[in-house]
T-cell receptor
Framework: DIQMTQSPSTLSASVGDRVTITCRASQSIGNLLAWYQQKPGKAPKLLIYKASSLESGVPSRFSGSGSGTEFTLTVSSLQPDDFATYYC?????????FGPGTKVDIK | QVQLVESGGGVVQPGRSLRLSCAASGFSFSNYGIHWVRQAPGQGLEWVAAISYDGNNKYYADSVKGRFTISRDNSKNTLYLQMNSLRADDTAVYYCAKVRYTFGYGMDVWGQGTTVTVSS
């Protein structure tokens, strides 16, 4: 099975900062990777699908890139609403795996 | 609007069974695959199971294979998760989530979750 890792596990940042989260797969998954944002007590929200496609309604400050085994989620200018936990999720052969998450908190 | 609403959670003893439901509205339910995803207290997200749009194909995480069964009734716009032989480590919030377009395109609509607690 494919394993997913994320780094960092926690990230302290300020409003206006550029933030990058990295997700790595234990083997190549092409571009079948999604990113989600989750706030405490709430369901996750899809941000990015197919590694770099922005979900409808998601602010353009969010972007995704990568393919194969290494992927990044970038927030170009962090806003107060962006403090949350972010998860990557891969799809391979009808098995789906989430990364362990990256918590973005206020510095 | 597009909506998924889970129900059926509760407190259950180890070894017992529980069935979760997920009622869909606002979209053509029979056209989309659906996932179950869970989140243990204070932990990350764990994919549990998925079912194709027509119910003919079902996929499970190793942690639940042989104990959980995913199914759907397209005439009722409802997804189910039959959970047998429950264990303490099945304690979690269980979410249903709609496939964005097809498997591999992410999960674009999520329910609010239903809580399952396995405890004696």
């Amino acid at each position: 099975d494919i394993q997913m890792t994320q780094s960092p596990s926690t990230l302290s940042a300020s409003v206006g900062d550029r933030v990058t989260i990295t997700c790595r797969a234990s083997q190549s998954i092409g571009n079948l990777l999604a990113w989600y944002q989750q706030k405490p007590g709430k369901a996750p929200k899809l941000l990015i699908y197919k590694a770099s496609s922005l979900e409808s309604g998601v602010p353009s400050r969010f972007s995704g890139s990568g393919s194969g085994t290494e992927f990044t989620l970038t927030v170009s200018s962090l806003q107060p609403d962006d403090f949350a936990t972010y998860y990557c999720q891969q799809y391979d052969g009808y098995l789906f795996t989430f990364g362990p998450g990256t918590k973005v908190d206020i510095k | 609007q597009v909506q998924l609403v889970e129900s059926g959670g509760g407190v259950v003893q180890p070894g017992r069974s529980l069935r979760l439901s997920c009622a869909a509205s606002g979209f053509s339910f029979s056209n989309y695959g659906i996932h179950w995803v869970r989140q243990a207290p204070g932990q990350g997200l764990e994919w549990v199971a998925a079912i194709s749009y027509d119910g003919n194909n079902k996929y499970y995480a190793d942690s639940v294979k042989g104990r959980f069964t995913i199914s759907r009734d397209n005439s009722k716009n409802t997804l189910y998760l039959q959970m047998n032989s429950l264990r303490a480590d099945d304690t979690a919030v269980y979410y249903c989530a709609k496939v964005r377009y097809t498997f591999g395109y992410g999960m674009d609509v999520w329910g609010q979750g239903t809580t399952v607690t396995v405890s004696s």
